[in-house]
């Protein structure tokens, strides 16, 4: 079965800071990945999902961008941070129709 | 649009007794549904899942109830525990990349 691994767990950066947030998959070969984000009291929204190494697609526009260097490793960055980019960030496998999710890492943006 | 919601954003129920969650979804072509649970500062975790082409889906402690006709599924937990307490989601499935999640209910259980 996969393992899903992100780092770092929490984070508190202040705005207009880089961000960069690493997820790192095994137990799976060729995955497809996804990063969700959740606010507070919401739901999760899909950010970006990548079907093989180099590909991204982003399916909200915003000031985050997303980076597949390797199968099983998928980041997500940011140039400059905003408050609203606080929030709980989880990185995803796809398999068949289920998504497996990683641990989360929370970033609070002051 | 598509949507995917739960009418309660709480739910408190004794230990021992069985919880129902509801969902309300509105696309009629969604063919897939799942259930999640997350725990507080963890990320979610597939509880049960069904398709379209059922009604009612088993697993251990867990039922999943789907009504097509007035696009509703249900999740119930049998004699619920303190280890159930949790945000349970339901996700709606169009397609290989399309999953959206309703807000979530919080599951409380009373000792």
């Known amino acids: 079965s996969q393992t899903i691994h992100q780092w770092p767990a929490t984070l508190v950066q202040p705005v207009g800071s880089p961000l960069s947030l690493e997820c790192t998959v095994e137990?799976?070969?060729?995955?497809?990945l996804y990063w969700y984000r959740q606010a507070a009291g919401r739901g999760l929204q899909l950010l970006f999902y990548?079907?093989?190494?180099?590909?991204i697609s982003s399916e909200v526009p915003q000031n985050l961008s997303a980076s597949r260097p390797q199968d099983r490793q998928f980041i997500l960055s940011s140039k400059k941070l905003l408050l609203s980019d606080s929030g709980f960030y989880l990185c995803?496998?796809?398999?068949?129709?289920?998504?497996?999710f990683g641990p989360g890492t929370r970033l609070t943006v002051l | 649009g598509e949507s995917v919601g739960l009418h309660l954003p709480t739910l408190s129920v004794q230990e021992g007794d069985n919880s129902i969650i509801n969902c309300a979804y509105s696309?009629?072509?969604?063919?897939?549904f799942i259930w999640y649970k997350q725990e507080s500062g963890k990320g979610p975790q597939f509880i049960i899942d069904?398709?379209?082409?059922?009604d009612k889906r088993q697993g251990q402690r867990v039922t999943v109830l789907l009504n097509k006709t007035v696009k509703h599924l249900s999740l119930q937990i049998a004699a619920t525990q303190p280890g159930d307490s949790a945000v349970y989601f339901c996700?709606?499935?169009?397609?290989?990349?399309?999953?959206?999640f309703g807000t979530g209910t919080r599951l409380t259980v009373i000792p």
């Open positions: 995803a496998v796809g398999l068949g129709q289920l998504r497996y």
């Open positions: 990548s079907v093989g190494i180099g590909q």
């Open positions: 996700a709606d499935q169009t397609g290989a990349n399309n999953l959206f």
């Open positions: 069904i398709r379209s082409n059922m």
């Open positions: 137990g799976t070969s060729n995955p497809n």
């Open positions: 696309n009629s072509a969604s063919d897939y």
